[in-house]
C-alpha cells in the first residue's frame, strides 16, 4: 500500500508561471520529508526537505509547504524553467529509521516556452 | 562531494544467467540501499543494509540477493534473470543528514 502519494502523474506549465507538485501520505510516523529531481538515464537529486517541525522551507526558487492535520506537502517553483522539466519524486522518513526512505511515484512536469 | 558510482550504465543479459550489480560510495556512509525504477511505478526498494554484512529486505525483494562484504560496496544480485527483471537499478547511500545519494543507475535490458 502506497504510503507516499503523488496523484497527479504530469504537469505542464508555461516558462516564468509557477509549478505546484503535490504530495499526499498516510503515515502520521514520517516526519521528515525531501523532494527528488530525475532527468532521464540519471539518478535522482536531492532538491529541497522539510522537518515536520516546520510548515515551510525556501530554497532559491523551490519552496516546500508542509500541512501535517492534511498529510500534504506541495513543491513550488517560482518562476519555471524550461531545465526544470523532469520526473520529481515525494519522499518520507518515518521518525524510527534506518534511513529508508519512502518514495511516491512521481509527478512529470514539463515546462514549455 | 558525495559520490555513488555503478559499475554499468547499460547491461543486457539474457533469460536465467546470473547477474551482478555493483555499487560503491566514497563518503564513509552505514546505510546503503537498491531501488529499481519503472515507469509508473516510481522508486520500488529492492533491499538495504546498514551495515556490513547486514542487510533487511525491502519491498519487492524476490528474485534478488544482496552482499555487503565492506562498508563502502554493496552488489545486487540476481540469481536467475527474467525478462520482468528489465528495469532501471539505481543504488544510493544515506548518511547523518535525512537525504540518500543516489548513483546514476543502471539501465537492465533481459532478452
Known amino acids: 500500500d502506497q504510503q507516499v502519494k503523488q496523484n497527479s502523474p504530469s504537469l505542464s506549465v508555461q516558462e516564468g508561471r509557477i509549478s505546484i507538485l503535490n504530495c499526499d501520505y498516510t503515515?502520521?510516523?514520517?516526519?521528515?520529508f525531501l523532494w527528488y529531481k530525475k532527468y532521464p538515464a540519471e539518478g535522482p537529486t536531492f532538491l529541497i526537505s522539510?522537518?515536520?517541525?516546520?510548515d515551510k522551507n525556501e530554497d532559491g526558487r523551490f519552496t516546500v509547504f508542509l500541512n501535517k492535520s492534511a498529510k500534504h506537502l506541495s513543491l513550488h517553483i517560482v518562476p519555471s524553467q524550461p531545465g526544470d522539466s523532469a520526473v520529481y519524486f515525494c519522499?518520507?522518513?518515518?521518525?524510527?529509521?534506518?534511513?529508508?526512505?519512502?518514495f511516491g511515484r512521481g509527478t512529470q512536469l514539463t515546462v514549455w516556452p | 562531494d558525495v559520490k555513488v558510482t555503478q559499475s554499468s550504465r547499460y547491461l543486457v543479459k539474457r533469460t536465467g544467467e546470473k547477474v551482478f550489480l555493483e555499487c560503491v560510495q566514497d563518503m564513509d556512509h552505514e546505510n546503503m540501499f537498491w531501488y529499481r525504477q519503472d515507469p509508473g511505478l516510481g522508486l520500488r526498494l529492492i533491499y538495504f543494509s546498514y551495515d556490513v554484512k547486514m542487510k533487511e529486505k525491502g519491498d519487492i525483494p524476490e528474485g534478488y540477493s544482496v552482499s555487503r562484504e565492506k562498508k563502502e560496496r554493496f552488489s545486487l544480485i540476481l540469481e536467475s534473470a527474467s525478462t520482468n527483471q528489465t528495469s532501471m537499478y539505481l543504488c544510493?547511500?544515506?548518511?547523518?543528514?535525512?537525504?540518500?545519494?543516489f548513483g546514476p543507475g543502471t539501465r537492465l535490458t533481459v532478452t
Open positions: 544510493a547511500s544515506h548518511g547523518t543528514s535525512g537525504q540518500q545519494y
Open positions: 522539510i522537518s515536520s517541525i516546520k
Open positions: 519522499a518520507a522518513i518515518p521518525g524510527s529509521t534506518l534511513g529508508r526512505l519512502y
Open positions: 503515515n502520521s510516523m514520517f516526519d521528515y
